[in-house]
T-cell receptor, first 112, second 111 residues
């Protein structure tokens, strides 16, 4: 079974630019999560989708971050405009009926 | 709100030493508890889990017991190997499945 796919793997942008990350979850997984992992910290949830609806976006900085999951399959996370403190690894995870969340390899964002 | 606290690292051990990484949590209700591992250059992988009090999760020689009375889920391994060098994250999840992670503990095992 294919795992969670993410792209790009690495991205370097200047502050105030925009960037988008893409995630394709495991086939059939209804729940999709985006996490932000700042260096030296544990991942922190940004947004959770159930099919194409948002379950939890309480930690998403909505003035600059947006996410969508059209058709309830793949998802895009966007940052516009980026700040230096957005430098982090952005992880996508998906979950089926069981407890386990499966994580993608992440996108490492560097904002200069 | 819910939170997870792990012992600070890095933890440096010699091969075949005993490992304990402490994890305590604060949560309402009855969360599920997890240990995730992140090997160098790789993504997060589930190591083990426990879904109710007194459950013991185990995998690859690692164990952790869900202790409700002490709100703890300490990770143990009897004899570590160099290949166990990684960052270990304790996490909990509630009803929505959202994971709340500790800050991670780096383990370095020397030959």
């Amino acid at each position: 079974e294919a795992g969670v796919a993410q792209s790009p793997r690495y991205k370097i942008i200047e502050k105030r630019q925009s960037v988008a990350f893409w995630c394709n979850p495991i086939s059939g997984h209804a729940t999709l999560y985006w996490y932000q992992q700042i260096l030296g910290q544990g991942p922190k949830l940004l947004i959770q989708f159930q099919n194409n609806g948002v379950v939890d976006d309480s930690q998403l900085p909505k003035d600059r971050f947006s996410a969508e999951r059209l058709k309830g399959v793949d998802s895009t996370l966007k940052i516009q405009p980026a700040k230096l403190e957005d430098s982090a690894v952005y992880l996508c995870a998906s979950k089926g009926r069981a407890y386990e969340q499966y994580f993608g390899p992440g996108t490492r964002l560097t904002v200069t | 709100g819910n939170s997870v606290t792990q012992m600070e690292g890095p933890v440096t051990l010699s091969e075949e030493a005993f490992l304990t990484i402490n994890c305590t949590y604060t949560a309402t209700g009855y969360p599920s508890l997890f240990w995730y591992v992140q090997y160098p250059g790789e993504g997060l992988q589930l190591l083990l889990k426990a879904t109710k009090a007194d459950d013991k999760g185990s995998n690859k020689g690692f164990e952790a017991t869900y202790r409700k009375e002490t709100t703890s889920f300490h990770l143990e391994k009897g004899s570590v190997q160099v290949s166990d060098s990684a960052v270990y994250f304790c996490a909990l999840s509630g009803n929505t499945g959202k994971l709340i992670f500790g800050q991670g503990t780096t383990l370095q095992v020397k030959p």
